[in-house]
């Protein structure tokens, strides 16, 4: 399972199969992981800075988190995308297409001034995110969605 958090400072992803559940995160920052709470993780509480400093105690690489650099990401199924903005401009998108094995991510772009601000990132675990709780499958085959989802 891959979620993505947000703030409106950061994005936190978690990544179900990777979390072994060794709480560090808890400890850390007990307001913002919360095990017995549906959904468990809730960025939108504690100090940003408390929120990253948990992350970094996490031993297993389930959670990290990016910075935001103020670019939005959306949804968007009519047009089988997730979507960067920065402002009204449009950086980057993640496109799929409907199959019947489940949503086939084939293209991941950002403009090149965006690139190392982890919204690539951002938009392949949007797309993710939405198709399972679709309980769709996510198949990548462009090559960036295949080194996030596989790594
Ligand atoms: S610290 Fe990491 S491995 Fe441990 S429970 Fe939290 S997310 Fe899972």
Redesign the pocket.
């Known amino acids: 399972m891959h979620r993505l958090y947000e703030n409106k400072d950061i994005s936190v992803f978690?990544d179900s199969e990777?979390?072994?559940?060794?709480?560090?995160?808890?400890q850390g920052s007990p307001a913002t992981?919360d095990p017995t709470r549906r959904p468990w993780i809730d960025v939108g509480i504690a100090e940003t800075k408390e929120i990253w400093q948990a992350i970094a105690?996490?031993?297993?690489g389930?959670?990290t988190c990016t910075y935001n650099h103020e670019v939005s990401v959306s949804f968007n199924e009519a047009d089988s995308c997730s979507i960067a903005y920065d402002g009204d401009r449009r950086v980057g998108e993640c496109d799929y297409q409907v199959t019947a094995e489940g949503w086939v991510i084939y293209h991941t772009e950002v403009m090149p001034e965006y690139n190392g601000k982890g919204i690539a990132r951002r938009l392949v675990y949007k797309v993710t995110e939405e198709a399972e709780k679709r309980k769709m499958s996510v198949i990548p085959t462009c090559s960036y969605a295949k080194k996030v989802l596989n790594s």
């Open positions: 978690w990777k979390c072994r559940h060794a709480k560090k995160c808890v992981f105690r996490c031993p297993s389930a959670l």
